[in-house]
């Protein structure tokens, strides 16, 4: 059994005092440590018709893409506004440190086509709830959503399940 909690890294405040950042990054860099987060991720869904991995700017790029690959599955980026060049549709979304805005294509997922949506951490889960109201305008049906990371004192994974998705996880951490 892996211990997905010692490879990720802790730096303290970071973006601002008093927040405690988990730097998936060191989890990434070890190969026998990543390949089993996507494994352990990923295994719930191998057999769920997932049509799409949506993947959350940027870090759920990384592991967006390494899902998409063990599903067979299309891989669709939701960025920050701004970063797409085609036709986009856009959703306002609150943050831990504010607010910001975030796109995906008109044309990246269909009506009932199955989505699996992915990032490294969930938080308060704003940007996560950003992302399953612009896959559902589409008409996307959510699978889940997985992390690598909850911060349960935060609230995000409650307010994801409250909009009637599955969340899964790998680690827990208490505070911010």
């Known amino acids: 059994m892996n211990d997905?909690?010692?490879?990720?890294?802790?730096?303290?405040?970071?973006?601002?005092?008093?927040?405690?950042?988990?730097?998936?990054?060191?989890?990434l860099a070890d190969p026998a440590t990543f390949r089993a987060a996507v494994d352990t991720l990923v295994d719930p869904y191998k057999n769920?018709?997932?049509?799409?991995?949506?993947?959350?700017?940027?870090?759920?790029?990384?592991?967006?893409g390494a899902l998409a690959h063990q599903l067979s599955a299309g891989f669709v980026p939701i960025r920050k506004k701004g970063k797409l060049p085609h036709t986009t549709i856009r959703v306002a979304y609150s943050l831990e440190?504010?607010?910001?805005?975030m796109e995906m294509h008109r044309?990246?997922?269909?009506?009932?086509?199955r989505v699996l949506l992915t990032d490294d951490l969930i938080a308060t889960g704003g940007t996560a709830e950003?992302?399953?109201?612009?896959l559902r305008e589409l008409g996307a049906e959510i699978v889940?959503?997985?992390?690598?990371i909850d911060l349960p004192d935060l609230g995000g994974r409650?307010?994801?399940e409250a909009?009637?998705?599955?969340?899964?996880?790998?680690?827990?951490?208490?505070?911010?």
Do not use: M, N
């Open 144 to 148: 889940a959503a997985c992390f690598v």
């Open 107 to 113: 044309d990246a997922v269909s009506p009932g086509q």
């Open 48 to 64: 769920e018709g997932v049509d799409h991995v949506a993947g959350i700017e940027a870090r759920g790029f990384i592991l967006g």
């Open 163 to 176: 909009l009637g998705v599955d969340v899964r996880t790998l680690v827990e951490f208490s505070g911010h």
């Open 4 to 27: 997905f909690a010692a490879a990720i890294r802790t730096i303290a405040d970071y973006p601002k005092p008093g927040i405690q950042f988990r730097d998936i990054t060191t989890l």
């Open 158 to 160: 409650r307010k994801l």
């Open 130 to 134: 950003g992302a399953v109201k612009l």
């Open 97 to 101: 440190y504010g607010v910001d805005e």
